[in-house]
């Protein structure tokens, strides 16, 4: 007889829905296809994560939990931390994906989960609003809009591949130009 290991089916639905949201965002999503992939009872799936929408909420803020842990805005480095962010999404693509789906999804209305995800970004702006105040990165732009403008830079590529290859290449050489380009860009913005 075969132990059950509630903690390895979470991870495994976790993955799937992961997988799923991406291809085809919440309306597009089917819970069957997420457990044919896990190997999950379709059941589990609504006993561990709740309801579709529920699922995709957990999905996107582990995901972008993830993102911070692994690419913390660093004021003090900001062509650094672009080049980090550049490398986390194109080892990761399918969190820009979600986030597209989700504003799809929404538009500009609140979000399930809005009050958590202010405190996410709120985390992120003040790295920037710390750097500003030490005075090591320029205050000309309010730390919001500057968080925005860098996040906006650093992943727009990998949100609209397609145009990226049609307007700036698809070789080697046109990633190398783009990403120093992007990361020109960013130390504009926050120089003094």
């Not at 699922?55 to 842990?69: I, K, P, Q, Y």
């Not at 709120?122 to 000309?140: E, F, L, T, Y």
């Amino acid at each position: 007889m075969a132990v059950r290991d509630p903690e390895a089916t979470k991870a495994r639905i976790f993955e799937a829905a992961v997988a799923e949201f991406a291809r085809h965002g919440i309306a597009g999503a089917r819970i069957d296809r997420i457990a044919s992939e896990a190997k999950a009872n379709k059941q589990l799936i609504y006993a561990y994560f709740g309801n579709k929408a529920q699922l995709f909420s957990h999905v996107l803020g582990r995901c972008m939990v993830d993102l911070a842990a692994a690419v913390p805005v660093d004021a003090d480095d900001i062509e650094g931390w672009v080049d980090r962010l550049l490398d986390y999404h194109a080892a990761h693509p399918e969190l820009l994906r979600l986030l597209f789906w989700e504003g799809i999804e929404y538009g500009a209305a609140e979000l399930p989960d809005e009050a958590e995800r202010q405190d996410h970004y709120g985390r992120k702006v003040a790295a920037i609003q710390d750097g500003q105040d030490r005075g090591v990165i320029s205050d000309a732009i309010p730390a919001r809009d500057l968080m925005f403008l860098l996040v906006a830079l650093a992943d727009w590529a990998v949100v609209v591949p397609q145009i990226k290859r049609i307007m700036v290449g698809a070789d080697e050489s046109a990633e190398e130009r783009l990403r120093a380009s992007i990361k020109s860009a960013a130390r504009r913005l926050v120089s003094k």
